[in-house]
DNA sequence: TCCTGTATTGAAAGCGTTTTCATATAGGGA
DNA sequence: TCCCTATATGAAAACGCTTTCAATACAGGA
């Protein structure tokens, strides 16, 4: 809503509007007194340069986007939440995608912002692989908290096999032997290294895998409740659960209860994530944190300087990990004396 | 991403940028050989006009924001969802603000759109009314499920009185005659008009109202679990609560199990919004269903209608109500025999 | 003293549209 | 036949900025 332009307030400081333009973008080229002035009128009248006309006239490329697959997933609206912080601090517009696991909106929505010559694109979990390929042909791409097989790409995630491995060691230090997976979807790698990490947990302490005790599902809510049925059907109930993330395991619990299932005395329930919103009761749902603002931060400041440096398309990109924290909460109890495995 | 100007577009034609822009944009200006032969090859080439030219030169303001105040409440987020869409559709660009409730991001946010000339923000309920009379002045606005006292603001929003009133008298009709009700912040007017829906179900019953039954939360979810003890807190409980949102309804009814307390057996509960989220389990939340959908397809439309018609600033605006319809879950239940009420 | 290089600034040329204004053509009325 | 009015198109001027290029000034080196 700047009233003014760049002409008028370079008339204003007796000066040339190219001189105002370097004040703005490049002040080390221009010499103090001059410079100070007309940061200073700048400063005084508000002036904000017309954003149009700066983008069609410097070819660069602007503006970011988020692509999460479900917003209603308390997970994927804090990492909304968060990025759309960090954009506004920068003064940087931030396009929400919300793909809705369909693959025919994430096509509308990436031809949509390659139009209009995004700057660059974070890509969370759950977003398919061709468009992620597409998009990195065109434009800056950053992963959150997800990773694919390709070297170019800049990826932030967790330490997903560590964090499971945690997860794993700690029930199996509470006595547990009989330990419960639910994961997600089939290739979401996030949830396979908190698999892998689980399962070699179990392995260090010499307790066998069986597949039996790994349901899939899909990460929201509902396949928590499908998941706690599953294992309840089994002959021998696990006597704790590792889900692959708080959603789940905050529907496991409930169903558990509802079914007048003790939680954790019958069964002990460990989630991942720890989304706040899962806390708020008598019990805490003990959990994996993620540290979601450090994430999130990782992600963007990688992109935005992948974006200023102009990377080159091929180059070798940063891979980030960032480190889990074990949380505990309410959900899970020692096995005491002679162990308590199976059926009750 | 369109590799083409519009200039190339004009001489693979044989005419002038002119024309071609006339095509695209008002088509009837130009007489049928050419502009079928112009439209073929724009469609032809994908050819897609430069947004930032176009916005330089056409004056015209562009592009929408949503305002909500927290976008981890499933309310929210499908509001967000829906309108992501709808502009999606429209090919227009959405930013999406979520305030955290918090006035300082509200103005910043709506400073930078401001200075980006936005074409038109919706706010849902919970932004400040500084903010809105503010963005008023700048631009296109509607309001969705929020309404103030300003002709010249169009407004969307359920018919909260109603759903008030329908929620009431079918507890009311349940048998029940002591109700509690969980209502949202002050001065948020759809909860205030729940209350009132309510108020007027009991008076016409006969039943008199008491404020001890009134519990102030602000609409999430611990409020629910801090309604609960209020409520059970009390001499003489109730037998039912209202909610003004679901999603105290489920706080309140988590943590009333949490305690031993049946639901519905010992206290019925009913809700308002009908987030899907809520019926996953065995039990499914008896609510006041809002039409999630219809209210943003109003808010949309009439908002693209006020800009498309370049509606005047203090023209009287719509104001459009959208009908709330009951669903029957599994949370309340009929009281029968010697009225049950109070103290067990 | 003259030359070269560097730092600072301004003039002007775009950037890709839209839009105004002018031109040309065709048709209609006198 | 001539003039006038619509209608259809093109030329060119914005829109407000960035950026290249040229100009100037000044310092240091030979």
Redesign the pocket.
């Known amino acids: 809503m700047?009233k003014y332009?760049?002409?008028e307030i370079a008339q204003l400081c007796?000066?040339?509007?190219?001189?105002v333009?370097?004040v703005?973008?490049n002040p080390e080229?221009?010499?103090d007194?001059?410079?100070e002035r007309i940061a200073q009128k700048v400063k005084e009248l508000g002036y904000k340069?017309?954003p149009f006309?700066?983008r069609?006239?410097?070819?660069?490329r602007w503006g970011l986007a988020l692509f999460v697959f479900d917003i209603l997933n308390p997970f994927f609206a804090l990492i909304v939440r968060r990025i759309s912080h960090l954009a506004m601090e920068q003064g940087i517009p931030l396009t929400i995608c919300d793909t809705e696991n369909n693959p025919e909106k994430e096509k509308i929505y990436l031809d949509y912002l390659l139009d209009n010559k995004i700057g660059g694109i974070i890509f969370a979990e759950g977003i398919s692989i061709p468009i992620i390929e597409r998009a990195k042909k065109h434009t800056k791409t950053v992963l959150i908290d997800r990773y694919i097989e390709d070297d170019s790409i800049s990826e932030v995630s967790s330490d997903n096999y560590n964090g499971g491995k945690q997860a794993a060691e700690y029930l199996i230090q509470l006595n547990h032997r009989r330990i419960g997976f639910i994961g997600g979807p089939k290739n979401w790698n996030s949830s396979d290294d908190r698999l892998a990490g689980y399962r070699d947990a179990l392995e260090a302490h010499g307790i066998p895998f069986s597949p039996e005790l790994v349901f899939q599902g899909d990460l929201r809510f509902e396949s928590g409740i499908a998941a706690i049925e599953y294992f309840l059907a089994l002959p021998d109930w696990p006597t704790a659960i590792f889900s692959a993330n708080d959603q789940m395991a905050f529907g496991a619990l409930t169903k558990a209860r509802s079914l007048n299932i003790s939680i954790p005395e019958d069964i002990s329930i460990i989630g991942f994530d720890n989304i706040p919103f899962y806390s708020l009761f008598n019990t805490k749902l003990t959990t994996v944190q993620q540290n979601i603002p450090e994430l999130c931060e990782n992600a963007f400041y990688l992109l935005m300087d992948n974006i200023q440096r102009g990377a080159e398309k091929e180059e070798k990109q940063k891979k980030i990990v960032i480190p889990t924290q074990l949380k505990i909460g309410d959900t899970c109890r020692k096995l005491i004396g002679p162990l308590h495995d199976g059926k009750r």
């Open positions: 700047s332009t760049i002409t007796g000066t040339s509007p190219a001189t333009s370097r703005l973008n080229l221009v010499a007194p001059l410079r340069p017309n006309a700066s069609l006239s410097s070819k660069s």
